[in-house]
C-alpha cells in the first residue's frame, strides 16, 4: 500500500469522568481539527520475550506494548494547545492569555485521513488512536528575510494499546476503508469526526 496522502487531523480529550465498562472504548469530550497536516508517523513498540526449550526458541511474546507518534502540522492553534498539551487559558484584563502547562499531559484520542490508489482505485483510511498522550514541545521561530522560509510545528506522544470487545484482542487503534462506492473522502472525513464528537452522528462510527 502506498499511502498519498494526509489530512483531517482531529482530536477529542478522554472523559476522566465518564469511565467505560471493560472492553469499550473510552468516552470523549467533544473534539476539534487540531492541525493541518504535513507529516505523521507511528511507531510500534513490542515486547521481545523469548522462550527457549529443547535448545532451541520454542515460543515468543511479540505483543505491542506501546507506540510512539509524531505529528507535523502547520501549526498548533492556541485552542489545540489547550486540548493537546493542557495550556492553561486565563484572561487577564480582557486579553486571552495562556500558560504552558509543565506538569501531566492529557489523554487523547486522535484521528487522521490518510489515502492510496491501487489500479486506478482509489481508498481513503480513516484512521483512529483510541488513546495517547503528547509532551509538551519546545518551539522555534526565525526573522523573516528576502524569502519565505516556511516554519512546521511538530508534536511527540506515546500511544497506548486497549483491549476492545469489538476485536477481542488489545489494539493500538482502529482504521477504516472508504472507497468511491462506500462515500469516498467525505465519509472517511464524517467517520473519525464523529469518533470525535465533531460531527453530530456519533453512533456512525461505533457501528463500523
Not at 40 to 61: K, M, P, Q, V
Not at 175 to 183: P, W
Not at 184 to 194: H, L, M, N, S
Request: with cysteine; proline share 4%.
Amino acid at each position: 500500500m502506498a499511502l498519498i496522502g494526509l489530512k483531517h487531523i482531529v482530536g477529542a480529550p478522554i472523559d476522566a469522568d465518564n469511565e467505560p465498562a471493560y472492553g469499550e472504548e473510552p468516552n470523549y469530550k467533544p473534539g476539534m481539527v487540531i492541525t493541518r497536516g504535513v507529516s505523521i508517523s507511528e511507531t510500534y513498540n513490542r515486547e521481545d520475550n523469548e522462550f527457549y526449550a529443547d535448545d532451541s526458541l520454542a515460543e515468543n511474546d511479540n505483543s505491542t506494548v506501546s507506540s510512539d507518534i509524531s505529528i507535523t502540522g502547520a501549526e498548533f492553534t492556541p485552542e489545540a494547545r489547550v486540548m493537546c498539551f493542557g495550556d492553561v487559558l486565563v484572561e487577564e484584563n480582557g486579553v486571552p492569555v495562556y500558560y504552558k502547562n509543565g506538569e501531566q499531559t492529557p489523554y487523547l484520542g486522535v484521528g487522521y485521513i490518510t489515502s492510496d490508489k491501487r489500479n486506478g482505485k482509489q481508498s481513503y483510511y480513516a484512521n483512529w488512536i483510541h488513546k495517547m498522550q503528547f509532551a509538551l514541545q519546545g518551539s522555534s521561530a526565525q526573522t523573516k528575510g528576502e524569502r519565505v522560509d516556511w516554519e512546521t510545528a511538530t508534536a511527540t506522544g506515546k500511544g497506548f494499546p486497549m483491549f476492545l470487545s469489538k476485536a477481542n484482542r488489545v489494539v493500538p487503534g482502529v482504521y477504516a476503508v472508504f472507497t468511491d462506492e462506500t462515500g469516498g473522502e467525505a465519509a472517511a472525513i464524517a467517520w473519525v469526526d464523529a469518533k470525535a464528537g465533531i460531527a453530530n452522528n456519533a453512533a456512525q462510527a461505533n457501528a463500523l
